[in-house]
């Protein structure tokens, strides 16, 4: 075929196709933040405190985009692990809830939105958890 009659492939494709060939970005990778995950002290009022899920106070890392909803998840699992090692039903149906800096943190934030809006500190961001009041 005569080099006259063929056509540029650049002139079927569409723009954005030749963008991402052209100029290949790699995707930015998922930072992690670093938090640590403890029992709530108790209050005046009421006595009871939950167990610790991990011992030594140790840290977590995770996705900073991670929402506490998965933090909720994350610790009512453990609990109700406890409560198998334990052979109780003690923790079978708990509701908890975080606390950043004695705010009840909503399910839908992610961890950076706690960090940057509730924490705001460079340190090591604390949460704790304690089971959702009736």
Not at 47 to 62: C, E, R, W, Y
Not at 98 to 122: D, G
Request: net charge neutral; proline share 10%.
């Amino acid at each position: 075929m005569p080099v006259s009659n063929t056509i540029p492939f650049e002139k079927h494709l569409p723009s954005w196709v030749l963008e991402c060939v052209s100029n290949p970005v790699v995707p930015p990778r998922e930072e992690k933040l670093s938090f640590s995950l403890l029992p709530h002290p108790p209050e005046k009022d009421k006595s009871k405190t939950l167990p610790a899920i991990l011992p030594d106070n140790s840290m977590f890392t995770a996705n900073q985009t991670i929402a506490i909803l998965k933090v909720q998840s994350f610790v009512v699992n453990q609990l109700q692990e406890l409560d198998k090692k334990e052979n109780t039903t003690r923790f079978a149906n708990i509701e908890v809830e975080i606390i950043c800096k004695e705010a009840v943190v909503p399910p839908h934030h992610s961890l950076i939105t706690v960090q940057k809006c509730l924490w705001k500190n460079s340190k090591t961001m604390v949460l704790t958890y304690r089971e959702v009041s009736a």
